[in-house]
């Protein structure tokens, strides 16, 4: 008697947020069978299940992901396609491992039928989503169809879908997670950025190493790397690095001399000594924004790009929402949102990259990271801070501890924290509030940017002087 086999043609797609409905469009539009599940129950989520389920696509809401929905078609599954929030140890993603069923993500997907396509791959700790868009914006500006994907926020099967319809895309510019990274087998982008590095997600990651090994996983696939010299730990481990090119924000002849691109003393950006344009045409301000606009200055003259092409497409360029973004100021008070700011790094920086003591607003989730040294920065650099959410109580003994003895007020809820906030800055006459939650946003929020918009309605609505 003959076997009998089934043809492994279901894929199944675990979640239905961006990246899961976009799997979802695409594989269906290439005549793949394909089953949703998603363990919660939201208008958004409805909404994308009307659709899917309008083009064929079979959507099952309120259903966990546990081995068992599995076991009727385990002989069948092509794909399990996973939400980067899955950890690939989670229990029922071993099960199906240990039945030989493959596990992979919505980038594996989008590079797998966008291989034709030439890439940008772009990791690291902080930085990574500004010199995403800050590439994507520069390119774009030069005719180049070159769409800013992957973390930022548009999923990359998005761009499989378009060129369905023959849309031409020269370059996909992608910002790339640790997460997304871990779970793709293979990635080769043409160029491959590593903006900065330092401890995060070790939750997921348990051990720095690993944290490392994933990033630079990305680095050793690309045909062409570029490294940031002003990050400490890729410096130092500039000897375990695959060959690229380096840059540096810092004025100075012992590191210009490692490095070929740097600013030079009169404020030019420099390609290995050749002056490109003046950065006075930048409008970002701080030290990391630098390092970032090099980045990006690097991969662009490696795509072809004059000084002048790049230097012009600057002049209108903007700051992402929820990054350090000036979201009202008036003769007497400047707030600025930065909700971006997820880790303790991201506030040190920002606190850095404005001149004068600000007020700051943090909160949320903590995470592991050197919280030293932002003890250390949040004393130069404020002059109160108001604290929120779930680690308020952690975070204000890390204060203390540290020795900061300036006014440290704590509130349930950022709606609380605000109306205090505008309180004390209109009795005291202080100048700028900065919102850097330095954690992440889970705690409360569906994510920083939810966290940011929220923050921004609750100033609308403030009684500001």
Same mark, same amino acid.
């Given at each position: 008697?003959?076997?009998? @086999?089934?043809?492994?043609? @279901?894929?199944?797609?675990?979640?239905?947020?961006?990246?899961?409905?976009?799997?979802?469009? &695409?594989?269906?539009? @290439?005549?793949?069978?394909? @089953?949703?599940?998603?363990?919660?129950?939201?208008?958004?989520?409805?909404? &994308?299940?009307?659709?899917?389920? +309008?083009?064929?696509?079979?959507?099952?809401?309120?259903? +966990?992901?546990?081995?068992?929905?599995?076991?009727?078609?385990?002989?069948?599954?092509?794909?399990?396609?996973?939400?980067?929030?899955? +950890?690939?140890?989670?229990?029922?993603?071993?099960?199906?491992?240990?039945?030989?069923?493959?596990?992979?993500?919505?980038?594996?997907?989008?590079?797998?039928?966008?291989?034709?396509?030439?890439?940008? #791959?772009?990791?690291?700790?902080?930085?990574?989503?500004?010199?995403?868009?800050?590439?994507?914006?520069?390119?774009?500006?030069?005719?180049?169809?070159?769409?800013?994907? #992957?973390?930022?926020?548009?999923?990359?099967?998005k761009y499989a879908y378009d060129q369905n319809d023959n849309l031409k895309i020269d370059w996909i510019i992608a910002e790339l997670s640790s997460y997304q990274i871990e779970i793709a087998k293979r990635i080769e982008p043409q160029i491959g950025i590593w903006t900065t590095f330092t401890p995060d997600h070790l939750e997921r990651h348990k051990t720095i190493q690993n944290y490392f090994n994933i990033k630079?996983?990305? %680095?050793?696939?690309?045909?062409?790397?570029?490294?940031?010299?002003?990050?400490?730990?890729?410096?130092?481990?500039?000897?375990? %690095?695959?060959?690229?090119?380096?840059?540096?924000?810092?004025?100075?002849?012992?590191?210009?001399q490692k490095c070929d691109y740097w600013i030079d003393k009169e404020g030019f950006v420099i390609e290995r000594g050749i002056k490109l344009f003046d950065l006075g045409i930048f409008n970002l301000t701080g030290k990391h924004n630098i390092q970032n606009l090099l980045m990006a200055t690097a991969a662009a003259r490696k795509i072809g790009l004059s000084s002048l092409q790049i230097s012009e497409s600057l002049k209108s360029y903007k700051q992402l929402p929820h990054r350090l973004e000036t979201i009202f100021k008036n003769n007497n008070i400047e707030i600025i949102n930065d909700s971006k700011a997820t880790n303790f790094d991201s506030t040190i920086a920002s606190l850095n990259s404005i001149s004068n003591s600000s007020v700051l607003i943090s909160g949320g989730r903590i995470k592991t990271g050197n919280y030293k040294l932002w003890v250390d920065t949040v004393i130069r650099k404020t002059d109160a801070i108001f604290l929120y959410g779930e680690s308020c109580e952690l975070i204000k003994n890390y204060l203390l501890e540290g020795g900061y003895r300036k006014k440290i007020i704590i509130s349930n809820s950022l709606k609380d924290v605000v109306s205090k906030v505008i309180e004390y800055t209109n009795k005291?006459?202080?100048?700028?509030?900065?919102?850097?939650?330095?954690?992440?946003?889970?705690d409360q929020f569906k994510d920083y940017e939810e966290r940011g918009n929220i923050f921004k309605y609750l100033i609308s609505k403030s009684n500001l002087s």
């Open positions: 008697m003959k076997e009998n @086999i089934k043809t492994k043609n @279901i894929n199944y797609v675990i979640g239905l947020g961006r990246s899961g409905f976009w799997a979802a469009k &695409y594989l269906n539009s @290439i005549k793949k069978k394909v @089953i949703v599940i998603e363990s919660e129950i939201n208008k958004e989520i409805y909404n &994308y299940k009307n659709e899917l389920e +309008s083009i064929g696509v079979k959507v099952e809401l309120d259903q +966990s992901f546990e081995f068992e929905f599995f076991t009727k078609n385990i002989n069948e599954i092509e794909y399990v396609i996973i939400s980067p929030g899955i +950890s690939l140890e989670h229990k029922t993603i071993i099960k199906l491992k240990e039945k030989g069923v493959k596990i992979i993500g919505e980038v594996n997907i989008g590079w797998n039928n966008l291989k034709k396509v030439k890439w940008v #791959g772009i990791t690291g700790t902080n930085g990574k989503t500004t010199v995403t868009h800050l590439l994507s914006h520069i390119l774009c500006s030069n005719n180049l169809k070159a769409p800013a994907a #992957g973390n930022i926020g548009t999923p990359i099967c630079n996983k990305l %680095l050793k696939q690309s045909n062409y790397r570029i490294y940031n010299y002003d990050d400490k730990i890729l410096r130092e481990s500039s000897n375990v %690095l695959s060959k690229g090119i380096w840059i540096t924000s810092n004025v100075s002849d012992d590191i210009n005291e006459k202080k100048k700028i509030i900065l919102f850097s939650p330095s954690c992440s946003s889970f």
